[in-house]
């Protein structure tokens, strides 16, 4: 991430279902827009009433591409933090048009209204395919204690 990017935190709720699509060079790219309507308050009424919604584009890349198309859906409150960015393009007539979305860094499901089931998944080791268990050098392995005497995490004993 470069110095002096926005970066912005948005709450809101999925418009609709997760697009994913994979590109022409075999990148995972995901397509979602997030819904934020703020409550404001009324003081001719007494009450709270919905304010104008904010609806963002957002747009995330390879493997979190992936688990979002997987782990969310319409409707699904979620927190999502990532870079503004401005899309710029001329219409066949000539027209300028510019839009803003988001490159998403992160996102996950908000619990303030709802909980939520996290399944970690291994990291891949260079080989791009799951360290074998009970790798002393993989320190992502969920696996259980190795042999006595392996020197793999979980091991106490000494290797000689």
């Known amino acids: 991430m470069a110095a002096n990017e926005p970066?912005?935190?948005?709450?809101?709720?999925?418009?609709?279902?997760?697009?994913?699509?994979?590109?022409?060079?075999?990148?995972?790219m995901c397509r979602f827009s997030v819904g934020c309507t703020p409550r404001v308050f009324d003081k001719t009424t007494s009450a709270y009433r919905d304010g104008d919604p904010l609806f963002v584009t957002c747009t995330a890349w390879r493997d979190l591409a992936e688990h979002?198309?997987?782990?969310?859906?319409?409707?699904?409150?979620?927190?999502?933090?990532?870079r503004l960015r401005q899309s710029r393009w001329q219409t066949p007539d000539g027209d300028k048009r510019s839009t803003y979305g988001l490159e998403v860094d992160e996102v996950g499901p908000s619990?303030?209204?709802?909980?939520?089931?996290?399944?970690?998944?291994?990291?891949?080791?260079?080989g791009g395919t799951p360290a074998p268990l009970g790798d002393p050098w993989d320190s992502w392995a969920t696996a259980s204690p190795a042999p006595a005497g392996t020197g793999a995490p979980g091991d106490d004993t000494p290797p000689f």
């Open 7 to 28: 970066v912005l935190t948005i709450v809101g709720n999925l418009t609709d279902d997760p697009q994913l699509r994979i590109t022409s060079t075999g990148v995972s």
């Open 68 to 82: 979002v198309a997987e782990s969310l859906a319409k409707g699904v409150r979620v927190i999502v933090t990532g």
């Open 111 to 126: 619990l303030r209204f709802a909980t939520a089931q996290v399944t970690k998944l291994t990291r891949p080791n260079g």
